[in-house]
């Protein structure tokens, strides 16, 4: 079942501004994880926030996770075209024993569109 | 991190048959996940894929529609069977992105790059 309910659906913006898209959830989670997926291609990694951690920074992305509010940010400053994509939020639900099974559940996605 | 070649990256096949992708990865994993990307819709994990074990499948997908095999530690296919027009989606798998002996606390997972199935 989905998990995470994104939003906006779509954004469209103009080279240079920022975007921000959040992602909310229902359950106990391990980690949140950004994905980024280019005209229905495989998915990219793009940063990983543990649950005991509140801000995270890598590059232009800028990630928030509020875990009383079940929900996460995710900014891209200065924007580029080429980070027109869809992207995912995706939870790591709790595990044990220090070993992840994997079930990431994924958000509805944002599709983002960058003007030049 | 871990490389994955997905096969084929896209295929159109009638109603009735089978398709088989698979991927390969340049490292040892332990697990390997399926999972289908229906049109403008997110990812839905189908199955759980362990070397020297059955399958385990999500809710509401079977072994029967989307067998898996799992022969090393570095292979596996998923295939779809008796194809209709519904199950035209994305279908993508992924492992964890670190080493074996990693937990993804720190690295996410890796995807292929996913195989487009149109069925007609």
């Known amino acids: 079942s989905q998990q995470g309910e994104e939003d906006p659906q779509a954004l469209s913006i103009q080279e240079g501004e920022n975007a921000t898209m959040n992602c909310s959830y229902k359950?106990?989670?391990?980690?949140l994880q950004w994905y980024r997926q280019n005209s229905g291609r495989g998915l990219v990694h793009l940063i990983l926030?543990?649950?005991?951690?509140r801000e995270k920074h890598s590059g232009r992305l800028r990630v928030t996770l509020d875990t009383s509010k079940k929900s996460s940010s995710l900014l891209i400053t200065a924007s580029r075209a080429a980070d027109t994509a869809s992207y995912f939020c995706?939870?790591?639900?709790?595990?044990?024993?220090?070993?992840?099974?994997?079930?990431?559940?994924f958000g509805q996605g944002t599709i983002l569109t960058v003007h030049p | 991190s871990a490389v994955i070649s997905q096969k084929p990256s896209r295929d159109i096949c009638q109603r009735g048959t089978s398709l088989t992708i698979q991927c390969q990865v340049d490292s040892q994993v332990t697990m390997m996940f399926w999972y289908r990307q229906q049109p403008g819709q997110s990812l839905t994990l189908i199955a759980t894929a362990n070397q020297g074990s059955e399958a385990t499948y999500e809710s509401g997908f079977v072994i029967d529609k989307f067998p898996i095999s799992r022969p090393n530690l570095t292979f596996s296919t998923l295939t779809v069977s008796n194809m209709s027009p519904e199950d035209s989606s994305i279908y993508l798998c992924s492992v964890l992105g670190g080493r074996r002996e990693e937990t993804p606390l720190y690295y996410g997972y890796t995807f292929g790059s996913g195989t487009r199935l149109t069925v007609v």
């Open positions: 926030i543990r649950s005991n951690e």
């Open positions: 995706a939870t790591d639900a709790d595990f044990a024993g220090g070993t992840s099974y994997g079930k990431l559940t």
């Open positions: 359950t106990s989670i391990n980690n």
